[in-house]
T-cell receptor
Framework: SAVISQKPSRDICQRGTSLTIQCQVD?????MFWYRQQPGQSLTLIATANQGSEATYESGFVIDKFPISRPNLTFSTLTVSNMSPEDSSIYLC?????????????FGEGSRLTVL | AQSVTQPDIHITVSEGASLELRCNYS??????LFWYVQSPGQGLQLLLK??????LVQGIKGFEAEFKRSQSSFNLRKPSVHWSDAAEYFC???????????FGQGTTLQVKP
């Protein structure tokens, strides 16, 4: 199974600032996914990041707020821009391990952001 | 609309007792079904999955789940709960095409000694 590392693991941020979360995978993967888990809530997909193309965003999420980079097959970043307290969440990177079967996702440990 | 419902937000069981966590889904295509566990401060770990075939699937840590198409359910079971099973459990549904999953709201399991 893929090993996923995320940085930072947690951070406290000020309102109006931006923070970039990094996701590193130990193997090459075609698609990477960014999820958000708001306090006490379930996981919601933000966007799908494919190498060499623009990320695909889900309804309710826009590129200006959550710009994503995918420079190669093992790395991606998610930026949370102009943060407000409502952005306080755990942000999780995930990848699909096709060797284990399509549709099965592996997750990083997440980046817990608190916005003051 | 595609959705996953976990009717029980919070469940408390005694250590050694049996456990069943409920999951119902609504999905237009043939569903791929998953159960994930999230321990405090940790990422999600896959417990088991159903793609096709035998509707009773075995997972890690002694968990099993049964897919019932007629009831649109995929309930998670364990015959004897251990204190280390206390965690948040998420049911999820997806397809083979996108790899993206729709998650339920989660069920928090508390285990009494």
């Amino acid at each position: 199974s893929a090993v996923i590392s995320q940085k930072p693991s947690r951070d406290i941020c000020q309102r109006g600032t931006s923070l970039t979360i990094q996701c590193q995978v130990d193997s090459q993967v075609t698609m990477m996914f960014w999820y958000r888990q708001q306090p006490g809530q379930s996981l919601t997909l933000i966007a799908t990041a494919n190498q060499g193309s623009e990320a695909t965003y889900e309804s309710g999420f826009v590129i200006d707020k959550f710009p994503i980079s995918r420079p190669n097959l093992t790395f991606s970043t998610l930026t949370v821009s102009n943060m407000s307290p409502e952005d306080s969440s755990i942000y999780l990177c995930s990848v699909e391990d096709l060797d284990r079967g399509a549709g099965e996702l592996f997750f990083g440990e997440g980046s817990r952001l608190t916005v003051l | 609309a595609q959705s996953v419902t976990q009717p029980d937000i919070h469940i408390t069981v005694s250590e050694g007792a049996s456990l069943e966590l409920r999951c119902n889904y609504s999905y237009g295509a043939t569903p791929y079904l998953f159960w994930y566990v999230q321990s405090p401060g940790q990422g999600l770990q896959l417990l088991l999955k159903y793609f096709s075939g035998d509707t009773l699937v075995q997972g890690i840590k002694g968990f099993e789940a049964e897919f019932k198409r007629s009831q649109s359910s995929f309930n998670l079971r364990k015959p004897s709960v251990h204190w280390s099973d206390a965690a948040e459990y998420f049911c999820a549904v997806g397809s083979s095409n996108t790899g993206k999953l729709i998650f339920g709201q989660g069920t928090t399991l508390q285990v009494k000694p």
